[in-house]
């Protein structure tokens, strides 16, 4: 199959939802990370998406709309409860995925899972792509599994070439980070994914908010996740990445007495002219938003080289830095050099 990078204009967007509403995928431009779209509703689709990806079954997928009314509409949940209601108000459209009680979703996008994901994206392009397929899109990142997350169209097409008809490019993404997921569908509400929307802001609508114990640390043997995206590696180039936890110096030190041909760094833009090996800066030490945009190209460009041995640094796990801190860590497949 070819596949064909198109821009946004009326007539490609067209195709596209003509192409989702005949069961194919769509690579889509969102303000997250690239998706992989297929129709929500028809489970021939959605199965597509598990193929192309190779993503494990046990993985359920996020539905994307673009109108709340949506969710009735198509019986998407069985109820929304009043904390969602305030969480759409406030990040709706935006970077945050609500997980209610299931309605009428077919089990291939919840993977048997009795809730579902579901995310108002803010991006024009999404959202007119959506409104064209007159269908809700079920829609993971559109890369590899396991491998970093598509932040532009051309990463897109080097991960999905030939097995999908369309990627609409929408230029890069400007979170760069997949969306915030929470669940309200129980008790307490629970953050069981960090993304453009933060835990303070969270907290901020609904008051309290579990932070799921699989954000920040590595499931025991035999633990399952409550997300099952958060497993053990994600988000991983083939270099070998060691995270270094420890201050400024520290860092700097460390990693150029370990330095050798085909060692690298991943560090804040302030290190680079203190290090002694080939550096890969994804932003500056507090701007977290920087940090967040540029983590998948940068971790993407670290394979294009072929390093094989990467230190990088360990982000902070405030704000949005803990978004950035959960998928470093899983790239790194939780190897972590505490110096401190
Ligand atoms: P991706 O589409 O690649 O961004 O992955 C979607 C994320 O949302 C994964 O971490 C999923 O495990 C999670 N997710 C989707 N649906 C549910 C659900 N019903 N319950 C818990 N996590 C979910
Ligand atoms: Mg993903």
Redesign the pocket.
Known sequence: MKTNVLLPTKENIQQAGEALRNGELVGVPTE??Y?LAANALDPAAVKNIFRAKG?PGD????VHISDIAQIEEFELVSEIPEKAKMLMQAYWPGPL?I?MK?GSVPDE???G?????VRFPSHPVTQRIITAAQRPLA???A?TSGKP?PTSAMHVLHDMDGKIPYIIDGGSCEVGV??T?I?V?GETPVL??PGGITHEQLEAVIGHVDISDAVIHKLKDGET??????KYKHYAPCARIILIKSDDNGYINYVNAHSADSTAALCYDEDAEKLNVKTYCFGAKFDFDAQANRIFDVLRKIDEDGVENVYGRCPDTTGKALAVYNRLIRAAGFEVISLA
């Open positions: 997250t990370v998706g993503r993985n359920p997928l996020i995925t997980i299931k996008v919840t993977a899972l009795d809730t579902v994901a829609a993971p990142s890369n997350s997949e969306s997921v669940t569908a069981l994914r996740a409550a997300s099952p995206g958060m």
